[in-house]
């Protein structure tokens, strides 16, 4: 590199960590002020808690029922996502593997979902949901999950899907293995990275879900994290370090996944979008 | 005895009826809640509802309600407005910087990968925690903002009550929550560009701002096309955090109203009126949506067009 770079590189640098500082200590406030009293968090915002009190995580935990909205928002988007990945790859693997008349049209079909935001669609989604009896069930809200995310998994397995060799296939068949066999233990082990990242593209915007919630579910018992988040903080809106407690306990789980699978994250998100 | 002819007949039609099989519960989820949804709301748009039931057709009333009669078109066209300025707020102060930030981290300097990780972490949180934690933040008297304007000695603000600065407030959380979004997004178009072209350039006598202007910014026009439609779609569709920050009614006295909310409002109404109006709501929803496609798709058509010429 040349020297005037490294100079001007002296001065991004700090640039650089001023950005992280900006993007981190917002968080690094809320987690110390889930230990803080109220008092300490009017007196001394900036400071350290004096002590680490599990008090208000306490109190979020016993008090509230943050435990039913972590296990609804878990059960949610682990039932759609298995949905998504299953009947997504099903779908794909016809589409892929097969020839048949309709085949483009099918494919077309699912792809169109990609262009649609469902959120417009409330009002009719709403009509049906309650048509079939569905409104205020976990069971509606992740149908339209996976309508949400069965065109993208679709695009991502298909486009797959159609990479890997025929001869697979061909010789599974002459040793007389049937479709499903040939598909189950052929030819899906192999498109386990895809399935991964059509999984990771989807979670998320399940996972943070809070429109559809809001929506539809309005029984308390069936509300999920982000929809609960707003129920305790209308509820404790002058305990502060039990809002921050309980903005800290939520966004725990995510962080925690995130940081160990930054990179397929940051590739799976930003792949989704350039495709 | 089955002949070979009828075995292969037999053949053909289990396997149509295993892909049949393979495709049907994704092409029946598709059908109940993307398809025959989006349809109907096409057409509910068009009835004056009764509660959930469509009651009457009534032509092309709602539309013209919401768009030009009191008390409804006034709203819906403050909030487009509103939506505008999101849209031109996030585009220089969001995206810019996300451009920028995309450039230094292409300098590949020491714990590159780590801020990556670190610019990326308000992405994968929810709307709903971002907001409530910013909310608190943005507190006027106890709030974290104010307390560090404090510290140089200057006066805080009340800044989502006051109707010159909620607005204001609002947007630069979502600049917060997602500038590592565009950032990925231009560094992995940055990433694209050859060695050579850069170092040519470099060699050229290009300096970091010729380089970033005139060489790196039309070579990364794909995924600027990306982070322009994905911004659009999203300012125009922005609900969540106007919602946790500022309530169903885009309170103080409106000055954060957009589309979305006054959208969900006039649906399902607000906590202090439980009226739902879908007629209206659905003429909302379709001009919302036919607004979003047709510019989305005009916008498309001119930036890859840029795309091809760069």
């Not at chain 1, 099918?106 to 169109?112: E, G, R």
């Not at chain 1, 992740?142 to 159609?162: C, E, K």
């Not at chain 2, 798709?297 to 091809?308: H, K, N, P, S």
Request: aromatic fraction near 12%; charge should be positive.
């Amino acid at each position: 590199m040349h020297h005037g770079e490294r100079g001007k590189n002296l001065l991004i640098q700090p640039l650089l960590i001023l950005n992280a500082v900006i993007m981190l200590y917002p968080l690094f406030v809320m987690v110390l002020s889930a230990f803080k009293t109220n008092a300490e968090i009017f007196a001394s915002p900036f400071a350290l808690p004096d002590s680490l009190s599990l008090v208000n995580a306490a109190r979020m935990w016993n008090e509230t029922s943050f435990v039913r909205y972590l296990l609804n928002s878990i059960a949610v988007t682990a039932t759609s996502i298995a949905a998504i990945v299953v009947f997504g790859t099903m779908a794909a693997y016809a589409i892929a593997r097969y020839q048949f008349r309709l085949s483009a049209a099918v494919f077309l079909f699912f792809l169109s979902g990609l262009m649609v935001p469902l959120k417009l669609a409330i009002i009719p989604l709403f009509i049906q949901l309650d048509t079939l009896g569905l409104i205020d069930t976990r069971l509606g809200l992740i149908l339209i999950y996976v309508a949400m995310g069965l065109p993208s998994s679709v695009f991502i397995l298909t486009g797959f899907l159609r990479t890997l060799p025929g001869e697979l296939e061909e010789s599974a068949r002459i040793e007389g293995a049937s479709e499903l066999r040939t598909m189950l233990s052929v030819m899906l082990p192999l498109a386990r990275p895809a399935m991964v990242i059509a999984a990771i593209q989807n979670a998320l915007p399940i996972w943070n879900d809070f429109f559809f919630p809001l929506v539809f579910i309005s029984s308390d018992r069936l509300k999920t994290l982000p929809q609960g988040l707003t129920v305790f903080m209308g509820e404790y809106n002058t305990d502060w370090g039990v809002l921050f407690a309980g903005l800290t306990l939520a966004a725990l789980p995510i962080t925690l996944v995130y940081v160990v699978l930054s990179r397929q994250f940051i590739a799976g998100l930003t792949q989704g979008a350039i495709k | 005895m089955i002949r070979p002819r009828q075995r292969a007949a037999t053949a053909r039609w289990r396997l149509r009826l295993w892909i049949l099989l393979l495709l049907a519960p994704g092409l029946a989820v598709m059908t109940l809640f993307v398809a025959a949804p989006l349809l109907s709301s096409f057409r509910y748009a068009f009835y004056r509802f009764d509660g959930l039931l469509p009651a009457a057709f009534i032509g092309l009333a709602n539309f013209r309600d919401v768009l030009a009669e009191a008390p409804y078109a006034a709203t819906t066209w403050h909030a487009l407005a509103h939506n505008c300025i999101v849209f031109a707020a996030l585009m220089v102060a969001q995206n810019g910087l996300a451009y920028l930030i995309a450039f230094a981290l292409l300098k590949a300097l020491p714990g590159h990968r780590l801020h990556q990780v670190i610019v990326f972490l308000p992405v994968v949180l929810s709307a709903v925690i971002v907001g409530f934690l910013w909310k608190l933040f943005f507190h006027p008297l106890f709030g974290l903002v104010n307390a560090a304007l404090a510290l140089v000695g200057l006066h805080g603000l009340p800044w989502l009550g006051d109707e010159r600065t909620a607005l204001g407030a609002i947007i630069f959380t979502n600049a917060w929550h997602w500038v590592g979004f565009p950032a990925l997004i231009f560094l992995a178009g940055m990433q694209r560009i050859s060695r050579e072209t850069l170092e040519a350039a470099r060699i050229d006598g290009a300096n970091d701002r010729i380089l970033m202007t005139r060489i790196i910014w039309p070579l990364v026009a794909p995924s600027a096309t990306v982070v322009v439609i994905l911004t659009f779609i999203g300012s125009f569709n922005w609900f969540e955090l106007p919602y946790v920050m500022a309530g169903a009614t885009g309170s103080p006295g409106g000055a954060t109203d957009v589309l979305g909310l006054y959208f969900y409002r006039t649906a399902f109404g607000t906590a202090a009126s439980g009226l739902t109006d879908f007629g209206h709501g659905s003429a909302l929803a379709v001009l919302m949506f036919l607004f979003i496609a047709v510019v989305s798709a005009l916008a498309l058509r001119v930036l890859r067009r840029r795309e091809i010429e760069a």
